[in-house]
């Protein structure tokens, strides 16, 4: 039997359209592409038999028949969002399904103590967890929120931050028994470096360090390069094979058993920030919206 309402993703796409004037400024706010939404108003032009809009390169405007189907449809809308919010409210338990992405770095160390207690409190909410080191998208890959590493560029999505998480640089004692510990950035070049090739560009991410009371990006020099598996660099050096930069909550345990030493530590000291970004919308589940209150709570991480 086929699905009634499976167009719904293209309405949503022409109201965004609607409220943010244009196309790519809808994409924007929904985290997608121009190309995605241009298509899902075109098939829903096609389902509808009529044209909604009237596009030309510098502007759209919307049809007698485009402002008839929007003031029904935001309608429609807002009683889809009210039903789910009385039903997920009803017997104030939660239920619903929440799609999360994550890093691997966040995902295996933070992310568990952050997920832990809500689940406790909402045992009938289903939580599908993505651990990936690549940016999703979030609309045309249906998920409902990401957590983000680094400085969130202007994508309309909403955001909030969760901590400004320490760097370090480590290596294994057998590894310093060998070598010799450096003892300034500039002895690091003579040692053996594990970075990480950023699968967004390509390159080698460069060592987050301080000196002399600024900051300094060091890209090190390295025979030896970890890609798609960022927790790869702090397995390896653990191993004796070199020096790696990582997060202070990754290492902790690991320098406290003594399987890793602290490397030129009085040039620590630089962070990477963590966010947790969803798309703005006012009739997000109800899941959801206690899922993101729930992280940013557990985190102290204000609004943004």
């Known amino acids: ?23 790519s400024a809808a994409a924007v706010a929904l985290g997608t592409t121009p190309s995605v939404l241009s298509r899902a108003v075109a098939r829903l032009e096609t389902r509808l038999g009529a044209q909604l809009m009237r ?21 429609a809308f807002r009683l889809l969002a009210g039903a789910e919010r009385a039903a997920q409210g009803q ?18 160390y933070r992310l568990p103590g952050l997920l832990r207690p809500f689940m406790d409190r909402h045992p009938r909410v289903v939580i599908e967890l993505s651990i990936a080191n690549r940016n999703v998208d979030l609309v045309s890959e249906g998920y409902d929120m990401a957590i983000r590493l680094g400085e969130l560029k202007d994508s309309g999505l909403a955001a909030r931050k969760l901590e400004d998480a320490p760097l370090c640089l480590v290596a294994a004692p057998s590894y310093l028994a060998r070598a010799g510990a450096p003892r300034a950035i500039a002895d690091l070049a003579g ?16 060592w987050l360090l301080r000196e002399d009371g600024g900051d300094v990006d060091w890209v090190p020099p390295a025979r030896l390069r970890v890609t798609d598996d960022v927790l790869g660099v702090v397995s390896l050096a653990q191993q004796g094979l070199g020096i790696c930069q990582t997060y202070e909550f990754i290492a902790a345990e690991r320098l406290a058993r003594g399987e ?10 630089r962070v990477r920030a963590f966010s947790l970004i969803y798309p703005p919308h006012r009739g997000l589940p ?12 557990e985190t102290h991480g204000p609004a943004a």
């Open 191 to 206: 040692h053996a470096c594990l970075p990480f090739v950023m699968p967004s560009t390509g390159k080698l991410a460069p």
């Open 286 to 297: 109800a899941a959801c919206r206690a899922l993101i209150d729930a992280i940013a709570h």
């Open 1 to 23: 039997m086929p699905r009634q309402f499976d167009y719904l993703g293209d309405v949503e796409a022409f109201l965004a359209i609607m409220d943010h004037g244009t196309i």
């Open 55 to 75: 596009r030309t390169t510098r502007r759209i405007s919307i049809t007698e028949a485009g402002q008839a189907y929007l003031e029904q449809a935001r309608d």
């Open 91 to 108: 017997g104030g338990e939660l239920t619903g399904t929440v799609r999360i992405s994550a890093p691997t770095t966040y995902a295996h």
């Open 260 to 269: 890793l030493v602290a490397v030129l530590p009085a040039n620590s000291g």
